[in-house]
């Protein structure tokens, strides 16, 4: 019977393997949590902080180093008024610098919580992933597509005035498994309701030579092992996403950012001289099938500084038709301008930012407003399984 | 009584064998420090799927070496599997098939093993285990 605190990686892969297959049943006979009615839930994380450093900016975070880049990272959720400590055990998996992985195999509903709160904290240098809805559509033929989650939010972002105006729904909440999933999803986009199906999870079953998953993924880089038989078959599942969302990024950094780097020139005794400086990237095109009818109560609602997107900005004028705003994201302190007219919006980010904050303004737009929201073609990432424009 | 068992199973206990400091059966893994990590893992590296029926790691020496029994059958596409395997040595740790050495500082080579000559019945020669 494997150990419940595992000693290194293979342990707790052991133990992940016993709670996918559902065999729980003889342990844990004196312990306090049965774990045999939790699922196995990883949840990327972007960061830039190292995992030590989690200790020193959350007090309620304790880490304890397991293995080779892999912590055990204990999350005291206990308020004023609990009797007893609820601390909630997570393993972090730091092997790939930039995009963590957290594995828990507590409730669903606190874990997802405790999760909001560390990644949400001001400054806390983590933030989620943000897959758009071209991503979560090419997660379903990665296996056998089984059911869907359709959340439109609107009222999450703006105003009841603005909603009973210009918008038909104020939320869109569809939920659906099993093989009719796809025939209903074909159904629905053939109708005037596809700028509303904004996808928030995806379930599938995938069958790999290392076995059998059942996963459901959701649109903000939590991964759910809902059945089947191998550990190694959700590992290198969540590895396949993790690779496609930094695909998607390194794209983005590489093309979607603008820089103004100083040209050098070398002259003929070797000494470089400034010749001048030169504009580098583009900025990233976003279409609309939704028109904006009101620019400004549109563009205000989205940089009212409130989750969930934590974006500020002010916003003025360039002509009639056309809004422009500067901002700052509130996750990471990056800033971003944004101009928009009815049908389109240009997001400029400095050549620092990080690459997440383009996805995160991309993908609560097809949420919250258009779930047809595309890139535009020069835009669209270089090198990516999965293109952002259709 | 006479049991019989087959060529896969008595390569495994002859490999393990080998790492067993015994009087009766010859220790050259042992001494060289090799134990035995994991038998039959399964996993994937860099999306290549690999099924090694051993792997032997010397902690000191932090090398492991993967093992794959035949009859006189290779497929194809094994040996490149392997050959990821061997470029990417750190993802053997990382997916809990070696355990204690630093990934980063780990090496790996496969070995195919057989009662027949595999050389002469498949083309090796690109690989340097030959």
């Known amino acids: 019977m494997p150990p419940l605190n595992p000693t290194d990686r293979r342990e707790l892969y052991e133990h992940f393997q016993h709670v996918i297959e559902g065999t729980y049943d003889q342990l844990l006979e004196d312990q306090k949590l049965n774990y045999k ?14 995992p030590s450093l989690l200790e020193e900016q959350f007090e309620y975070v304790t880490v304890e180093k397991i293995d080779y880049s892999l912590f055990e990272v204990l999350i005291d959720t206990s308020s004023d008024e609990d009797e007893e400590e609820e601390i909630l055990t997570f393993y972090l998996d730091s092997q790939d610098e930039r995009f963590w ?16 709160d560390l990644i949400m904290t001001e400054q806390s240098g983590l933030d989620y992933l943000w897959f758009p809805a071209q991503l979560q559509r090419y ?9 869907t989650g359709i959340n439109y939010d609107a009222e999450d972002v703006f105003s009841e005035a603005y909603i009973n105006e210009h918008l038909p729904f104020g939320e869109l909440s569809i939920q659906s498994s099993g093989q009719g999933t796809s025939w209903l999803l074909d159904a629905l986009s053939d109708a005037d309701l596809k700028r509303f199906m904004s996808l928030s999870s995806v379930k599938i079953r995938r069958e790999m030579e290392e076995g059998v998953v059942i996963e459901r993924i959701d649109n903000n880089g939590r991964i759910t092992t809902r059945g089947g038989n191998a550990i190694q078959a959700h590992l290198s599942f969540v590895e396949t996403i993790r690779e496609l969302y930094a695909d998607l990024i390194r794209g983005i950094e590489e093309e979607g950012r603008i820089g103004y780097p100083i040209r ?18 583009t900025p990233i095109v976003i279409n609309l099938a939704n028109s904006v009818e009101n620019l400004k109560e549109f563009a205000d609602s989205f940089t009212s500084a409130t989750k969930p997107l934590r974006l500020w900005g002010v916003g003025t004028w360039l002509a009639d038709d056309y809004y422009k705003i500067r901002g700052t994201d509130l996750h990471n302190n990056d800033s971003f301008t944004l101009e928009i007219k009815r049908d389109w919006i240009r997001l400029y980010l400095p050549d620092d930012a990080c690459g997440n904050t383009a996805l995160r303004i991309f993908s609560n737009i097809q949420r919250y407003y ?14 990516s399984k999965v293109g952002l424009t259709g | 009584m ?3 068992l087959s060529p896969h199973t008595v390569q495994m206990n002859a490999w393990i064998g080998l790492c067993q400091l015994d009087d009766r059966f010859p220790d050259t893994l042992a001494k060289l420090g090799y134990t035995v990590d994991i038998i039959e893992p399964g996993f994937t590296i860099k999306g290549d799927y690999i099924q090694p029926d051993l792997v032997l790691t010397a902690h000191r020496r932090k090398h492991s070496l993967l093992l794959d029994f035949k009859s006189y059958h290779l497929k194809d596409h094994q040996n490149e599997r392997y050959e990821t395997a061997v470029q990417n040595p750190d993802q053997l740790v990382l997916r809990g098939a070696v355990q204690g050495v630093p990934p980063e500082e780990l090496s790996t080579d496969f070995s195919y093993s057989s009662f027949g000559d595999l050389a002469e019945i498949h083309d090796l020669s690109e690989f340097d285990f030959v």
């Open chain 1, 370 to 383: 258009d779930a047809e929201a595309s890139f535009g073609e020069r835009s669209d990432p270089k090198n």
């Open chain 1, 139 to 147: 997660f379903t033929k990665l296996g056998e597509f089984q059911g």
């Open chain 1, 101 to 116: 992985t957290f594995y828990s195999i507590e409730k669903s509903r606190p874990a997802k919580d405790t999760m909001e």
């Open chain 2, 2 to 4: 006479t049991y019989y």
């Open chain 1, 264 to 281: 050098e020139i070398e002259s003929e005794e070797g000494e470089r001289h400034s010749s001048g400086q030169s504009v580098e990237g």
């Open chain 1, 37 to 50: 009615q939790n699922m196995l839930k990883s949840f990327l994380v972007e960061t830039n902080v190292e």
